[in-house]
């Protein structure tokens, strides 16, 4: 994973080096070596995906390729605001490691599983994974667009999703349901954390606090690139 790059652009390995010294471990042994389980453990598998990015968006900015915009979805977003220079690199590698720390940690690994659903709005979506939660947590957890919700939860309710399609309230209306594998398979963590905060302890609201506390210390540097956008529309309307 990234090596590659690394073996090609010196900038890519001065990337790695970096987040090597920022998060006091190889993280690019692990990403050109493995092993894969623990490369695949989500604390590792965000400040890896994020490591690549950045290398990989510094290769073509080395090449003359740069971009007027930047935009990134859930982890994404770390790489774009390095990217456009708002977040710092190793200010990001090092938030995204307690990121993914604080989500592996959420569920034991292996015990929860993701699957979007295609072709079904999310109310529907929502009145299913009520149906078939028996007890056990499981509810939609993104909105990826109009017919495509990602649903998370306990892995033996989210398995149940596909024999619903046999139901009436889903058959005719459900394309097809994906079992997400890789990263995903352990993001969904963060997703249960947040569906029921309520049932958070107190060393889950102590980790909240001790990730506030880092972002504050970040980069003073980030604009509102939402307002930033609107005027560069309506100027062009």
Request: charged residues 25%.
């Amino acid at each position: 994973m990234g090596r590659a790059l690394a073996e090609a652009f010196p900038v890519c390995r001065q990337t790695f080096a970096e987040a090597d010294e920022a998060l006091g471990e190889s993280l690019s042994r692990l990403c050109y070596e493995g092993p894969a389980d623990r490369l695949q453990l989500t604390e590792n598998t965000q400040p890896a995906i994020l490591t690549v990015s950045v290398a990989a968006y510094r290769a073509l900015e080395s090449l003359g390729h740069r971009a007027s915009f930047m935009a990134g979805h859930s982890l994404g977003e770390y790489s774009a605001h390095v990217a456009a220079g708002t977040l710092s690199f190793v200010d990001a590698v090092r938030i995204v490691r307690r990121r993914g720390r604080f989500m592996q940690e959420a569920v034991p690994v292996g015990a929860g599983a993701m699957a979007a659903v295609l072709g079904l709005d999310a109310a529907t979506v929502a009145e299913v994974c009520r149906e078939v939660a028996q007890g056990e947590v499981v509810a939609p957890a993104n909105l990826n667009g109009p017919g495509q919700v990602v649903i998370a939860g306990v892995r033996a309710a989210v398995d149940l999703l596909p024999s619903m399609k046999q139901s009436d309230q889903i058959l005719g209306h459900c394309q097809t349901i994906d079992q997400l594998e890789t990263e995903a398979d352990h993001v969904m963590r963060a997703a249960i954390a947040r569906m029921f905060r309520e049932e958070a302890d107190a060393r889950q609201l102590i980790k909240v606090k001790e990730m506030v506390e880092l972002l504050e210390e970040v980069t003073d540097r980030c604009e509102d690139v939402a307002n930033i956008i609107e005027g560069i529309v309506l100027e062009n309307a």
